[in-house]
């Protein structure tokens, strides 16, 4: 099945860990995104990648950061810099001839 | 001024009526159109996309386009109680690389 696949479901975090959201597509498409969504709020960008090996801060990038060394893979670092990290977390990717973006299923994370 | 604005809703409807979503943008370069559909507690799935002035039917969907006056709407047709959920509007522009470019979403409510 063609699609991106976003683990785990749900995650727990303890003060001062970092934690990695995995997110893989199989898509083959170049542009992929992270996104974090709080409760009754919309989408806010907190990073993106145009390409391997290169992406770009978005609106919220603080406490955040990425890697790009796949093009099928995209995994966001949760630091203990984010004071606030809990929220549903949304991976997307974007392409084909209609540049459509597809969303996976998203992670839940909460703090203990 | 936001670049994508949705009215936050809840807009309610009885089953079987026409509901009527709408969405101003603020970029006159903007050439994609997307509306996406959120359950709560669920990622964004893509329903309808549009790129050229007019109406597009999918179904009980019609997205319907107006770059003149720059807004989006999307109608749903014999709604249902299943329909209910969050619309989100979603625009890309058409120069370089461009981030798509999320509404806050509207609240639909089907009463049965």
């Known amino acids: 099945d063609g699609g991106i696949t976003q683990s785990p479901k749900y995650l727990f975090r303890k003060e001062g860990q970092n934690v990695t959201l995995s997110c893989e597509q199989n898509l083959n498409h170049d542009a992929m995104y992270w996104y974090r969504q709080d409760p009754g709020q919309g989408l806010r960008l907190i990073y993106y990648s145009q390409i391997v090996n290169d992406f770009q801060k978005g609106d919220i990038a603080e406490g955040y950061s990425v890697s790009r060394e796949k093009k099928e893979s995209f995994p966001l670092t949760v630091t203990s810099a984010q004071k606030n990290p809990t929220a549903f977390y949304l991976c997307a990717s974007r392409g084909g001839p209609k540049n459509i973006q597809y969303f996976g299923a998203g992670t839940r994370l909460s703090v203990l | 001024q936001k670049e994508v604005e949705q009215n936050s809703g809840p807009l309610s409807v009885p089953e079987g009526a026409i509901a009527s979503l709408n969405c101003t943008y603020s970029?006159?370069?903007?050439?994609?159109f997307f509306w996406y559909r959120q359950y709560s507690g669920k990622s964004p799935e893509l329903i309808m996309s549009?790129?050229?002035?007019g109406d597009k039917e999918d179904g009980r969907f019609t997205a319907q386009l107006n770059k003149a006056s720059q807004y989006v709407s999307l109608l749903i047709r014999d709604s249902q109680p299943s329909d209910s959920a969050t619309y989100l509007c979603a625009v890309i522009g058409n120069t370089g690389f461009q981030k798509l470019v999320f509404g806050t979403g509207t609240r639909l409510l089907v009463s049965p």
């Open positions: 549009i790129y050229s002035n």
């Open positions: 970029d006159r370069v903007s050439q994609s």
